[in-house]
């Protein structure tokens, strides 16, 4: 069974440039999620996705993040302008459903200057 | 709201010594609980998960961890820790009262010297 994939799997952009992430989940799983992990943190959650329609999006920074999964399968997240506090690695994870087993990507590693 | 705090942030053990991790939890309701692990390299992925029943948990790897409920903890353990044991540790919680939503802790990282 192939896993989540992502890319880039690193992006190196200045500050106040924009960047977008992308994720493909496994086949057949009707939740995503996009998480940001900052250097010597846990994942935070920033928005999931069940089929195309938001479940939560509580965490993510609406002035500046953006994400959307048009066909409820493949997703992206866009950043825009980017801020030096952005830089960490951003996972995409899925699951068959809310509350499921969820599996993650390689993530993106992104470094703002 | 629901946090997830992990003791450690760096533990350095031998190879055959045993291994626990303190993990607690501050949601007072239902919870599911996890470990996940990340080796060097690569993706995180699942050790362990916790959602009701035995309190003692088996993962892969001979990991296991005990739910306490009266303690609002989850800690790892492993009689005997492999070099290839080395890797970032991630405690994490689930509750139904918000849509399932994954709570990490900051992680421990666990070196294991030959």
């Known amino acids: 069974e192939a896993g989540v994939a992502q890319s880039p799997r690193y992006k190196i952009i200045e500050k106040r440039q924009s960047v977008a992430f992308w994720c493909n989940p496994i086949s057949g799983h009707a939740t995503l999620y996009w998480y940001q992990q900052i250097l010597g943190q846990g994942p935070k959650l920033l928005i999931q996705?069940?089929?195309?329609?938001?479940?939560?999006d509580s965490q993510l920074p609406k002035d500046r993040f953006s994400a959307e999964r048009l066909k409820g399968v493949d997703s992206t997240l866009k950043i825009q302008p980017a801020k030096l506090e952005d830089s960490a690695v951003y996972l995409c994870?899925?699951?068959?459903?809310?509350?499921?087993?969820?599996?993650f990507g390689p993530g993106t590693r992104l470094t703002v200057l | 709201a629901q946090s997830v705090s992990q003791h450690n942030h760096h533990v350095i053990l031998s190879e055959a010594a045993s291994l626990e991790l303190g993990c607690n939890y501050s949601y007072g309701g239902t919870v599911n609980l996890f470990w996940y692990v990340q080796y060097p390299g690569q993706h995180l992925q699942l050790l362990l998960k916790?959602?009701?029943?035995?309190?003692l948990v088996k993962g892969i790897k001979g990991f296991e961890a005990e739910f306490i409920k009266s303690k609002f903890s989850f800690n790892l353990r492993k009689p005997s820790v492999q070099w290839s044991d080395t890797a970032e540790y991630f405690c994490?919680?689930?509750?139904?009262?918000?849509?399932?939503?994954?709570?990490f802790g900051k992680g421990t990282l666990l070196t294991v010297n030959p």
């Open positions: 994870a899925s699951s068959l459903s809310v509350g499921g087993e969820q599996f």
């Open positions: 994490a919680a689930q509750n139904g009262g918000s849509n399932y939503k994954l709570t």
């Open positions: 916790y959602f009701s029943g035995d309190p």
């Open positions: 996705f069940q089929n195309n329609g938001v479940v939560d």
